[in-house]
T-cell receptor
């Protein structure tokens, strides 16, 4: 079974702090994704990566950056946290193939910015 | 641009009732994939089904069934004889077929299903 592990379930930070959210997958997947989930808005893609050191912006990249130095690890960085970044953050991974493969999700990190 | 609409924000049923969750999508691609995910209260999204745009056959898996209709751009999900454990948020999602890089998903807003005993 694919395991996607997010470093924290709950996190509380202060406005202006630099925040790191870590995600690790154990199935050698090429693709990794970061989403945020807000009530009434579903999941929105922040960034994704299809290879080490490669990244692409999703639908809402402003205020975020990412890092993928190793295939199994994909980090989301809030450069200067703001209260409107309080949300549930979900990491996912998938195998790359012509037939789009399902994404496998972590348990999520509920981030509160005070 | 792609879009997925789940018009039902919340549905509440009594155990053993059948329930259908609606999903309507928009895309300009001719090749695409549709997915359903379940998010129980624990938070992790669980993959339920994937369908590609060339396969309009309906699918049944136990109490779950899916109706894909390209003519109406819909991919509806029916749970037969619902159970309390079916209570969750259900997401419909769409992905484009990309040749060179990973597939990104566009999610609907989600439908909160509550099954009461």
């Amino acid at each position: 079974d694919v395991k996607v592990t997010q470093s924290s379930r709950y996190l509380v930070k202060r406005t202006g702090e630099k925040v790191f959210l870590e995600c690790v997958q154990d199935m050698d997947h090429e693709n990794m994704f970061w989403y945020r989930q807000d009530p009434g808005l579903g999941l929105r893609l922040i960034y994704f990566s299809y290879d080490v050191k490669m990244k692409e912006k999703g639908d809402i990249p402003e205020g975020y950056s990412v890092s993928r130095e190793k295939k199994e690890r994909f980090s989301l960085i809030l450069e200067s946290a703001s209260t409107n970044q309080t949300s549930m953050y979900l990491c996912a991974s998938s195998l790359w193939a012509r037939e789009n493969q399902p994404q496998h999700f972590g348990d999520g990190t509920r981030l509160s910015i005070l | 641009a792609q879009k997925v609409t789940q018009a039902q924000t919340e549905i509440s049923v009594v155990e053993k009732e059948d329930v259908t969750l609606d999903c309507v999508y928009e895309t300009r691609d001719t090749t695409y994939y549709l997915f359903w995910y379940k998010q129980p209260p624990s938070g992790e999204l669980v993959f339920l089904i994937r369908r590609n745009s060339f396969d309009e056959q309906n699918e049944i898996s136990g109490r779950y069934s899916w109706n894909f209709q390209k003519s109406t751009s819909s991919f509806n999900f029916t749970i037969t004889a619902s159970q309390v454990v079916d209570s969750a948020v259900y997401f419909c999602a769409l992905s484009e077929a990309r040749e060179t890089s990973g597939s990104r998903l566009t999610f609907g807003e989600g439908t909160q299903l509550t099954v009461n005993p």
